[in-house]
């Protein structure tokens, strides 16, 4: 009989320079992770491990994760805890404006765990959250990465839009192909829907996605996403790498070389999109406040050449 206990354990790949980033040692790091216990606030930032944690904490830019810490789907490529979420907090929306005017942010990213639990999804606390900032500090700009309301999407998509954020996100994640092994409690097309949903209900407001890259997706696979994308109108794509959280997490297939990321990054813009961020350590809201002021900008600019 084999000893299964002593059977080698399957290396993770080695990352490659290009992906090492320094262990988060600043003042202002330090100081954004109380403020974060101070409010009784999750972040995304810590929930996920990403790995830019060192350098956007030190700048005060952290990306709050509402309707709490446990998420009600296990995808194969997240480190946020699973299981059976507690009750929404009531005060979260005030906590969330005061950290915006404590930090002085210009721009804020709201993202949230998956909430099948509740009737709405948790919509209703994307749009307290969002009037909370308007009443608090109007002048910031409010980007919300959303999960994709199984079953309730219509419905949250109106009242998320009524309450006017700058940006909706919401990512796609990876290929078609790979969505029953890396995202099983999702579908490509819905989540294609959904943004194309908020378009239909806003035109003005900007949309945004993004996929991880070595997953084991073909380079023809992504050029279809792309084309997919812009075919339901969405404003802003993120490319970033792939990284294995934990060993019973999704193993990393290939680290795509920055080379690479440029290529793809050169093709989506050739295709239209407003803005585009593709590199090895891009994340959906890394240097979102700085990208949200150029994609207004190109509007803007695009918007003119067509009065013209």
């Known amino acids: 009989m084999n000893d299964l206990s002593s059977a080698p354990k399957p290396e993770r790949k080695r990352k490659p320079d290009w992906i090492r980033v320094k262990a988060p040692t600043s003042k202002g790091y330090g100081e954004t992770r109380q403020l974060m216990r101070d409010l009784s606030l999750n972040t995304v930032c810590e929930e996920a491990a990403c790995p830019n944690i060192g350098e956007c904490w030190t700048k005060k ?94 419905a949250a998509i109106e009242a998320i839009v009524a309450a006017r954020p700058d940006v909706f996100n919401h990512n796609l994640e990876t290929v078609p192909r790979l969505y029953p092994t890396i995202r099983p409690g999702a579908r490509y097309y819905a989540s294609l829907r959904l943004l194309e949903e908020v378009k239909v209900h806003d035109p003005s407001i900007f949309t945004k996605s993004g996929i991880m890259l070595g997953l084991g997706e073909e380079r023809l696979e992504v ?80 918007l003119a050449k067509e009065k013209r």
């Open 61 to 154: 830019h952290a990306t709050v994760m509402i309707l709490g810490d446990t998420c009600t789907r296990a995808c194969a490529f997240c480190n946020v805890k699973t299981g059976m979420p507690g009750r929404v907090d009531p005060a979260e929306p005030e906590h969330v404006a005061e950290l915006a005017l404590k930090t002085g942010l210009e721009h804020i990213v709201i993202t949230s765990v998956d909430r099948d639990d509740l009737p709405d999804g948790g919509a209703s606390q994307f749009v307290k959250v969002i009037q909370a900032l308007r009443a608090a500090t109007p002048k910031t700009t409010i980007e919300i990465l959303t999960p994709d309301f199984r079953g309730k999407m219509r």
């Open 223 to 302: 050029h279809q996403v792309m084309d997919d994308m812009r075919c339901a109108d969405i404003d802003f794509l993120t490319m970033g790498q792939y990284l294995q959280p934990t060993p019973k997490h999704a193993e990393v297939a290939e680290f795509v070389t920055p080379q690479a990321f440029n290529s793809y990054g050169a093709i989506a813009r050739a295709k239209g999109f407003l803005q585009v961020a593709s590199s090895p350590l891009t994340r959906s809201s890394y240097h979102a406040g700085d990208d949200f002021a150029q994609m207004r900008a190109k509007r803007e600019e695009r």
